[in-house]
């Protein structure tokens, strides 16, 4: 049975993320959890949309809408994990995520946190592994604080 990731009372809605495509697993204690595609994408196929709450202040599990305007999601879109070369991008007019690399089946699913956010609601180091990883990831109008800078620099 294909069991949906947002609550009942939430109407379906097109590409919404159900189990037949997608899985939410534990990935590491580091990242802990994040999701999986259960099924291959292509560049530029809509890998799913998404909806949640309008709030005017950052949690764990939103991204920016507008200015003053995020959309929480603790559903689905808010466990989409971080890379620094995502294999999706975010088109926050739409509410979908568009892949831009192939993900094969059982591949995690990604975005680059500072395409769609100012400030974060914690920057952390990133582990992502890609070539051109940032290795301390923050919002795109954040700076890097002097104590992680340090970090990064011994
Ligand atoms: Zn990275």
Do not use: W
């Not at 009942?8 to 590409?15: D, G, I, M």
């Not at 992502?128 to 011994?154: F, M, N, P, Q, W």
């Amino acid at each position: 049975m294909i069991k949906r990731f947002y609550p009942s009372n939430l109407p379906e809605f097109p590409y919404e993320p159900k189990s037949d495509r997608f899985a939410i697993r534990r990935i590491s204690d580091n990242v802990g959890e994040g999701v999986i595609a259960l099924t291959s994408f292509e560049p530029g196929d809509i890998a799913f949309a998404f909806t949640g709450f309008l709030t005017n202040y950052i949690t764990q599990f939103t991204l920016k809408f507008a200015d003053g305007l995020h959309i929480h999601d603790p559903y689905f879109m808010g466990k989409i994990l971080h890379c620094c070369e995502p294999n999706t991008i975010c088109d926050m007019s739409r509410r979908v995520f568009i892949t831009v690399k192939p993900i094969a089946a059982g591949g995690i699913v990604t975005m680059d946190y500072a395409q769609t956010e100012d400030v974060l609601f914690k920057p952390f180091f990133c582990s992502c592994g890609a070539l051109h990883c940032r290795g301390y990831v923050t919002g795109k109008l954040e700076t890097v604080t002097t104590e992680a800078d340090l970090l990064i620099k011994s």
